[in-house]
């Protein structure tokens, strides 16, 4: 049996206009019930919007109702995510329709890199992100595998997979050596809770934000040391496990003591805080380290184009192929083999 899929089109979040898809066989006959107006009305009105009125469960929405096929009708209603909820709420129960992922449906109408894009596009957090990925909805990624430059495909796998998820870059070290501090220098402003007490961080706060137009999740860790407090110590654990996980570290050092931890595993960047506490002293120990100032500011703008050239070593050019999912990534390497 034919399943009526509802999908939601826009992305989530508040906005002037959202727009839900019924597509199945009989989607007008489904949604005629719940129209004040003559359903039949809609027979013929193919590519011409229709507006009219959808009767919810304690209210009358206004909605434009675009003919795409007798099983393919778009619902454009006001954008807020309570009217979104609540008319799809009725086209799902009224309707008897199976909420379906925008980006599945997406595939399933066309299995083309255009399409996969397309859905993806609303998903690009930054302009720079959102101008690369609108190349591959120009068909960008399929000229290239057309053209079978597999090998420069796969070079741009790592900017690729980043468009819509995050670069994850951890800050870590030692308590009280100025991550937070450091991080909310990072950010522009105070996102982690600083305190002159060591273990003030003992869970990982993750803060979001734009490097230089590329989309990153900087997460703050708890201070890595030996310690019997039982809650710190899972905070320790989870830090450590989190440095598993993340594309870059940020090692911080307090600049007056050149102490470290030894569980920080590369890449990383080596960071001296607190550099304003000890003036042009060089450090023997760290002579490569960057040397910043969470307090005053000083080197974390060159800090942030450390991170970013670590990150995206170079950037594509416009109109250059990009793969942008994982599973692009392995066909790709399956046709190297």
């Known amino acids: 049996m034919a399943v009526t899929s509802l999908v ?3 992305p989530p979040g508040r906005g002037a206009i959202s727009t839900l898809v019924l597509d199945g066989p009989g989607a007008i006959s489904m949604v005629a019930p719940l129209l004040t107006i003559n359903p039949f009305k809609l027979y013929g009105e193919t590519g011409v919007p229709v507006f009219a009125k959808l009767r919810l469960e304690n209210q009358v929405e206004s909605v434009v109702l675009d003919v795409v ?5 778009r619902v454009h209603c006001h954008g807020g995510e309570a009217i979104t909820a609540a008319v799809a709420e009725t086209l799902q129960i009224c309707c008897g329709a199976t909420v379906v992922d925008p980006f599945r449906w997406q595939r399933c109408q066309a299995n083309s890199s255009e399409t996969e894009a397309l859905a993806l596009l609303p998903l690009c957090r930054t302009e720079r992100t959102a101008k690369i990925m609108l190349d591959q909805v120009g068909g960008a990624y399929q000229r290239a595998i057309d053209d079978l430059r597999i090998d420069e495909l796969l070079s741009w796998s790592n900017v690729g997979l980043h468009l819509v998820e995050p670069f ?7 308590p009280n050596v100025g991550k937070s501090s450091l991080l909310n220098a990072m950010v522009g402003y105070e996102r982690s809770i600083v305190d002159d007490s060591e273990g003030t961080t003992r869970d990982s706060v993750v803060v979001e934000t734009a490097l230089d137009g590329w989309h990153v999740s900087l997460v703050d860790t708890a201070g890595i ?5 039982v809650v710190e110590k899972c905070g320790v654990k989870q830090a450590v496990a989190m440095l598993n996980k993340v594309d870059l570290t940020i090692e911080v050092i307090d600049v007056t003591t050149e102490q470290q931890t030894d569980s920080i595993m590369p890449p990383s960047i080596q960071v001296l805080n607190k550099s304003d506490l000890v003036g042009n002293k060089k450090s023997e120990k760290f002579p490569n380290a960057l040397r910043v100032s969470a307090v005053t500011g000083g080197g974390v703008a060159e800090l942030i184009e450390n991170v970013v050239k670590m990150l995206v070593p170079k950037y594509p050019l416009p109109g250059q ?11 790709l390497r399956g046709r190297r083999v």
């Open 8 to 10: 939601r089109l826009t």
């Open 321 to 331: 192929g990009v793969p942008f999912t994982m599973e692009q990534v392995e066909a």
């Open 225 to 229: 040391r030996e310690t019997e407090d």
């Open 168 to 174: 994850r870059v951890a800050v870590a070290g030692l």
């Open 69 to 73: 096929s007798p099983a393919h009708l």
